[in-house]
């Protein structure tokens, strides 16, 4: 199980809306889904190393949401 650090983030009021809207479709937390755009956006511009990445069974739930 992976560790988690709790921070604060200020965010622009409509993008946290679209974020909730977003997360409500998808069955998730809104801090579920932001970790998820994340973690996503990180893999897709190859900064996430593979030690880094999210555990292989989080990784097939979020990619069967994805489709």
């Known amino acids: 199980m992976s560790k988690k650090k709790v921070f604060?983030?200020?965010?622009?009021?409509?993008?946290?809306?679209?974020?909730?809207?977003w997360a409500a479709d998808e069955f998730r937390s809104t801090n579920g889904q932001l970790e998820w755009i994340i973690s996503n956006s990180l893999k897709t511009a190859g900064r996430m190393s593979k030690m880094t990445e999210l555990p292989p069974e989080d990784n097939d739930i979020n990619e069967s949401k994805a489709d």
């Open 8 to 21: 604060a983030l200020r965010i622009d009021e409509q993008l946290l809306k679209a974020v909730e809207k």
